[in-house]
């Protein structure tokens, strides 16, 4: 029988071969056939799984670099909120573009505004404010005259005074106990004595041992000063007499039902308007039904009111659902400017109103993603969040260089400047986006201002609106800074008297008033505010008293 050697690469000879023997050749050669393939398999089986375990652990190590680079930017990003300076400020934000180009374009784009875009009763143009020379003249003055003496002026020809300075002196406060004593006058008449008292002015607690100067000064210093009631305990135990801060509290209390009325009728003048803003902040109410100690309760604030007649009204509330915008826009008919928080979306819905976003929001979240990115050198290209500051910065610009023009010059400005880069602005983000990072906090940032686009651009569709939610934010800052000292309320009646208080100190200082002397003023005339009239005369923009 003649075989093939197995090395030998051509064809096999089956000539000479049985029938049987070429079976079982081809048997054999089938076998090793197949072998090699079953080996072959395996082989290119164990490829595809290395190549596969390869590939998930290229995408295992890819997912885990991600995740420590957003580690990592958070980690910067909590280091420089517990350490570094709170200004949004970036050091280069004046290189990312050429500013000075874009002022030079908005002078000229004002110069080309005819006269009568001019509003008749717009705001005159305010000067830039200048440093402060000497000592306000609305200050008590004292003359200190130095002379000479008799020996020194003997035989001059004439004297005279020169004012040489002036100082500034503080008076320290001290405590006064008024005794009031009323006359009364005894009449006889048939026998009978009829007893006539002078008139006794009406105290706006009843039985209260405060006068109204010092309720006065206990809710500035808490509410505008931020000063807990432990600490103005002291102070006036320095000054001769202890006031328990429970009998401060207590007071603050009562007063609440004092002002509800006067909070009320701001609330329907301030509703009464077209554009309200809106804001929230957390506060820790440790006796609240239902909710334990340690949850977050909420402080709203709502700021606006019609020209000339601003209001900023605090309202306390457990939640913050949407019922709660319901039941405090409940008759408001207009544009309501807030941040992207949804609870808004339903008094949106249901009343109809034009919502409109807070770009400071926005710019907010870019500046929190550029200070958390790692550092770069002098030469290092600009992140992604930078670029997007530089354009918010442009829209920034302009408001800036419009601020004293009238609505209608604002709205002009806006329609040819602020939307052309807005457009800008949206199609860089709408090209970067899918490259950047998912889950870091410049894509949040992204991804938020793509989803709020709509609600960030409105406020280009009137002169008169804001670009950002900047006055409810600088209303509701002075609560969040008390709110350090005094940590918590103790109660709801708590909550609810401070959000009163809030709201009669930061709508006094909307109107110009010095929140001390506004409150002392109602304080005077309040128990007697019987009417509508009464209640009326007590508004902010009602009073006659000294505007700051």
């Known amino acids: 029988m003649k075989t093939t050697p197995d090395n030998a690469t051509s064809n096999p000879d089956f000539s000479g071969l049985s029938a049987a ?27 595809k799984s290395q190549a596969s375990a390869l590939e998930q652990r290229d995408q295992a190590i890819q997912s885990r670099d991600a995740r420590i680079e957003i580690l990592e930017e958070l980690l910067r990003h909590k280091k420089i909120q517990q350490f570094a300076a709170s200004s949004e400020k970036q050091p280069n934000q004046i290189l990312l573009f050429d500013e000075a180009e874009l002022e030079v374009e908005i002078d000229e784009l004002r110069d080309q505004l005819p006269d009568d875009v001019e509003e008749k009763d717009a705001p005159p143009r305010t000067s830039r404010k200048r440093r402060q020379r000497g000592f ?21 020809s004439k004297t005279f005074f020169t004012k040489v300075k002036e100082e ?12 009031y004593w009323q006359e009364k006058a005894v009449f006889e008449q048939d026998g009978d004595e009829r007893i006539v008292a002078a008139f006794r002015p009406v105290h706006p607690l009843g039985k209260c041992t405060a006068t109204p100067s010092l309720l006065a000064y206990l809710i500035t210093s808490k509410y505008a000063d931020g000063l807990p009631l432990y600490r103005l ?26 002002f509800k009325p006067l909070i009320n ?23 609240e039904d239902g909710k334990t100690a340690q949850s977050d309760k909420w402080m709203w604030v709502t700021r606006g009111g019609p020209p000339g007649h601003p209001s900023v009204l605090f309202e306390y509330d457990p939640s913050r659902g949407g019922k709660v915008p319901v039941r405090l826009l409940d008759d408001f008919q207009g544009i309501l400017q807030a941040d992207g928080y949804s609870g808004y979306g339903k008094v949106c819905r249901d009343n109809n109103l034009t919502r409109i976003g807070c770009l400071d929001h926005a ?129 709801t009646q708590g909550a609810n008297a401070s959000a009163t208080c809030f709201s009669l100190v930061e709508t006094a200082k909307a109107n110009q008033l010095e929140p001390s002397a506004y409150i002392h003023h109602l304080l005077t005339h309040i128990a007697e505010a019987d009417t509508a009239e009464k209640l009326e005369a007590l508004l902010p923009w009602n009073v006659e008293l000294v505007r700051v």
């Open 21 to 47: 023997e070429m079976v079982a050749v081809i048997s054999g050669l089938q076998q090793q056939l197949a072998s090699k393939e079953e080996a072959f398999l395996n082989q290119e089986a164990k490829l």
């Open 265 to 287: 009728l701001m609330r329907e003048v301030q509703n009464s308007s077209d554009y309200l803003q809106a804001d929230e902040t957390r506060i820790q109410v440790l006796k």
């Open 136 to 156: 306000s003249d609305k200050l008590l003055r004292e003359r200190i005259e130095l002379t000479l003496s008799d020996e020194e002026k003997a035989g001059a």
């Open 233 to 258: 305990e002291q102070m006036l135990k320095r000054l001769g007499h202890e006031v328990s801060r429970t009998s401060m509290a207590h007071w603050i209390i009562r007063l609440d039902d004092v």
């Open 363 to 491: 710019r907010r979240k870019y500046v929190e993603a550029s200070r958390a990115a790692p550092a770069k050198g002098k030469k290092g290209q600009p992140s992604k969040a930078d670029v997007a500051l530089s354009h918010i910065r442009k829209l920034y610009a302009i408001e800036k260089a419009a601020r004293d023009l009238s609505d209608a010059e604002r709205y002009r400005m806006r329609q040819e400047k602020s939307l052309p880069l807005l457009a800008t602005f949206k199609a860089w983000l709408e090209a970067n986006v899918s490259k950047v990072l998912k889950g870091s906090l410049t894509r949040k940032a992204m991804d938020y201002t793509l989803n709020q686009w709509d609600y960030l651009v409105g406020y280009c569709e009137r002169g008169d609106l804001k670009i950002s939610n900047a006055l409810a934010e600088n209303a509701i800052r002075p609560f969040a800074l008390g709110r350090r000292a005094w940590l918590f309320a103790d109660t």
């Open 168 to 179: 500034l002196e503080f008076i320290p406060a001290q405590l006064k106990v008024l005794e």
